[in-house]
């Protein structure tokens, strides 16, 4: 058990299922007839090397429990430092971003830059000496009933043949809700003369300085990336067909973020929404005056039932008010050669078009669910959860939290896989006891049971 532990956590040579003399897999002698030879995992699976998956292997050490962390690209936290923008920042204070176990370093600034957080990742997985199988994605996820245990497949990064399967009692998805970009397709795109870029694409707003810039989607990202065009002298309009909640990034001298969360321990949350509004109306004025509509459930639960975050803003909104973010109240009907025309019949020229239309997950492509009704919500998700079903499947970064949520998330997932972990120590013991004093002809048997 102690070799095949070391081997996974100390980067020794691989076991192989023929190879492996552990009372956990003992069971699987024989069994293992598909693919090429399928590696035990003495310890969970963990599929996502971000802040999530991060976590929880690092929870899951603290408890002296190994896992494999299987990562799709060549580094850790791979939307954040491949798929992000330069100007990119922590939207939360840092207190609510830290992982278990790690705080941020004092000297960083309350709000983190792009480059401050990678670099805390990286810290981090060191520390508690993660290191993650890069290049290798998830392709399929599936319980096998007759095991016991989930079968794991991967290929290399891009590639279509499998390169190898493993088999574990714990499987862990970490792949959270932005694991891929989601880029509609907006009628005359090929028409159009100019690039379109999704913003996982999107560096800095240097490269579109002096150009009419389209931007579609107004979240988060979409109001940053208006921010950061006319920042870089760039001429951007934003479309915002939906309603949206525009909030100060801090109230009364606290985020509001961290106030929301405050006042929650003592208030309904309809009463924290109501005080939210007031609060931002105040601060903000009257948005829908300049085209941001607000939706008529308040932003605490706009985001619970519809899982929409509200906009905390970082300086854009001010631009809107000055005219230099020009807002389209209307989605894009189509594009053409020069520009885009409006839903409401307007048109307009433009030079490029960024698609800040945000992210999903990609769970339902890899995930062979064995039970839909124990795992899915009725929407199709997770339904919130970090325990799904009974068969040692778990989530984290799926809760509708975002890094806030992840630290709980991590510590309940590694503290109820330490049950079956110490349940599977006690059984080795047993079978070791019971092997060690039976006759050499039944010691065989025995094991394999």
């Known amino acids: 058990m102690e070799s095949l532990i070391g081997s996974f956590m100390g980067g020794g040579r691989e076991a192989e299922c023929k190879e492996v003399h552990d009372p956990l897999s003992g069971s699987l002698r024989g069994l293992c007839t598909s693919w090429k030879e399928p590696l035990v995992i003495p310890g969970p699976i963990i599929v996502g090397g971000g802040p999530s998956g991060l976590a929880v292997a690092a929870c899951l050490r603290a408890k002296g429990i190994p896992s494999v962390v299987l990562e799709r690209a060549h580094c850790i936290a791979s939307l954040w430092q491949l798929k992000t923008y330069d100007r990119l920042r922590l939207h939360l204070p840092k207190k609510h971003c830290e992982l278990p176990l790690t705080p941020f370093p004092s000297c960083f600034p309350t709000y983190p830059t792009k480059l401050q957080f990678v670099a805390y990742l990286e810290a981090y997985a060191r520390e508690h000496g993660v290191r993650p199988r890069f290049n290798e994605a998830v392709v399929a996820a599936e319980y096998d009933e007759a095991l016991g245990f989930w079968r794991v497949r991967t290929a290399t ?195 490029a078009v960024i698609l800040a239309t945000g992210y999903r997950s990609n769970l339902p492509r890899w995930l062979k669910v064995y039970a839909a009704k124990e795992v899915f919500g009725e929407k199709g998700d997770l339904g919130g959860g970090w325990k799904l079903g009974n068969k040692g499947l778990y989530a984290v970064g799926f809760t509708n939290r975002g890094l806030s949520g992840v630290s709980l998330d991590a510590n309940r997932i590694a503290g109820d896989i330490e049950q079956g972990w110490k349940s599977q120590l006690e059984k080795i013991k047993v079978t070791s006891f019971a092997c060690s004093h039976a006759p050499p002809s039944r010691r065989i048997s025995n094991f394999t049971k």
Not at 157 to 180: D, I, P, S
Not at 220 to 245: F, Q
Not at 339 to 348: L, R
């Open 157 to 351: 990064q891009g590639a279509l043949v499998e390169k190898r399967e493993y088999l574990c009692r714990w499987l862990v998805a970490a792949t959270g809700e932005n694991a891929e970009a989601v880029a509609p397709e907006l009628e005359g795109a090929a028409d159009f003369g100019g690039p379109i870029v999704h913003t996982s694409s999107y560096k800095s707003g240097d490269a579109f300085r002096g150009k009419r810039v389209l931007v579609v989607g107004c979240g988060n990202s979409g109001m940053e990336v208006c921010l950061d065009l006319c920042n870089n002298a760039a001429k951007p309009t934003i479309v915002v067909r939906d309603s949206v909640h525009v909030l100060p990034r801090e109230m009364l001298g606290l985020s509001t973020f961290g106030l929301a969360m405050g006042l929650l321990k003592w208030l309904p949350l309809r009463v924290v929404d109501a005080l939210l509004l007031l609060l931002a109306r105040l601060v903000l004025g009257n948005t829908a005056k300049f085209g941001l509509r607000r939706p008529q459930l308040g932003p605490l639960r706009h985001k619970a039932l519809a899982g929409k975050t509200p906009v905390l803003d970082a300086g854009a909104l001010a631009l809107i008010k000055s005219q230099r973010i020009k807002v389209r109240p209307s989605g894009v009907k189509r594009l053409m050669k020069h520009g885009a025309e409006f839903a409401d019949g307007a048109a307009e020229e433009f030079d």
